[in-house]
């Protein structure tokens, strides 16, 4: 039987696109720097934002330190507000918790306990674990191991819901479970939205007993 449910963020709990993307070219644009192309707009929904500044650095180590230095001062509130939730969060999260644990395991770091708050997740989440935590991003199984030894749950009996191979990949690596959400991964397991997971979760459920 699944005990824990663990969420990615982006492209699960939200779409967060528009927030991402304007995010990124705020900080390039401080220095100066051209915005993403649209290679880097793929990668920016998936990829730490460590590896997305690092890929855009190109091995200056200058130019990398100044985008950290931009983030540590800059005021993340406008990129929130552009986030788009498929549905109100916590009453949805607050119902699944009735009978699950909750996780939230994501390549996001300084942002996330702003961005929990933000969400009106406080107190929701049994752990979390994320890049902010210095270890390895995903699609390394990292922050999915970190996120299971701290709600005390083995992964045979934990589900990770992402919406890109690396989710995947994390996932598998873990010896976890996984339910794809979206149009941007292909899997056995897909849902549309979160909206659908209780269903999702069911069904995962039946098979294993």
């Known amino acids: 039987m699944i005990e824990l449910v663990m969420f990615d963020a982006d492209g699960v709990l939200f779409d967060s696109t528009e927030s991402n993307i304007a995010y990124y070219n705020f900080i390039f644009a ?14 920016s929904i998936s990829y730490a934002a460590s590896e997305v500044f690092a890929a855009r650095a190109r091995g200056d180590a200058a130019k990398l330190a100044r985008m950290h230095d931009v983030t540590r001062t800059m005021d993340q509130t406008p990129f ?12 949805f999260m607050l119902a699944l918790k009735r009978r699950y644990k909750l996780g939230l395991a994501t390549n996001r ?8 708050e933000h969400l009106g997740l406080a107190g929701v989440f049994d752990a ?11 699609p390394a199984p990292d922050i999915l191991r970190l996120c299971l030894d701290r709600a005390a749950v083995e992964a045979p009996r934990a589900v990770y819901v992402g919406d890109s191979r690396i989710d995947y990949e994390a996932a598998d690596s873990a010896g976890m479970h996984f339910i794809g959400v979206g149009t941007r ?12 997971l209780e269903a999702a979760l069911e069904r995962l459920d039946a098979r294993r007993e």
């Open 30 to 43: 401080q220095l100066g720097e051209p915005p993403l192309d649209r290679t880097e707009e793929i990668a």
């Open 80 to 91: 929130f507000k552009m986030l788009r939730p498929s549905l109100e969060l916590r009453p």
């Open 109 to 116: 770091s300084a942002t996330v306990p702003a961005l929990v």
């Open 128 to 138: 979390v674990a994320s890049a902010l935590d210095k270890v390895r991003p995903k």
């Open 185 to 196: 991964i292909e899997h056995h397991r897909m849902i549309a939205t979160i909206a659908d």
